[in-house]
């Protein structure tokens, strides 16, 4: 290792060969890919060649120093394609919209429009009139008493009735 941190490529050659294998077999096993694990057992490869100095005997052999070294690297690759994709996952459930379906929308709206109208017809006509002009028309109870020149209770009293009416009619339930 000595010969490989002052730069001797005879010596890391060697190192290569007596290494290069048992490197590639730990990290397929964690990478699981065969070409990602060829490029990550590369790396480690250019990791001992430039982090040779750091070696140090005391600490294990250099056949364990290389083994965690392409450990870390494989698992940081493992982790970093597991974000990549959680991230991918991310942005598309964020971009992912329902499809919408105008036409059905349109069928839809058209008969609910029908059936109130249905309803409406069935109403008393004075009943009728209150409900229109304030659903509509956009007027308050005191505004439709106003204009129909009816008491406020009265229109109070027709409208709910009327309200009443069209809720059963329509068939919704409270």
């Known amino acids: 290792m000595q010969k490989v941190a002052h730069g001797d490529k005879q010596a890391f050659s060697v190192l290569y060969d007596a290494l290069a294998p048992m490197i590639f077999g730990i990290v397929v096993k964690v990478v699981r890919d065969r070409a990602q694990s060829e490029e990550v057992a590369q790396e480690v490869m250019i990791d001992l060649w430039r982090q040779a100095a750091r070696y140090r005997p005391d600490a294990g052999s250099v056949s364990t120093w290389a083994a965690t070294i392409a450990h870390r690297r494989a698992v940081d690759r493992v982790r970093s394609a597991q974000a990549a994709a959680d991230r991918d996952q991310a942005q598309a459930a964020r971009e992912h919209q329902t499809a919408f379906d105008q036409v059905a929308e ?15 017809r069935g109403l008393t006509e004075l009943q009728r009139q209150a409900v229109t002009l304030a659903y509509y028309q956009g007027l308050t109870y005191r505004e439709v008493a106003q204009t129909l020149r009816t008491p406020l209770p009265t229109i109070k009293t027709r409208m709910r009735d009327g309200l009443i009416r069209l809720r059963d009619c329509m068939g919704v339930t409270t």
Request: proline share 0%; with cysteine; aromatic share 0%.
């Open 106 to 120: 349109q069928v839809e709206t058209r008969l609910e429009s029908e059936q109130v109208r249905r309803c409406l």
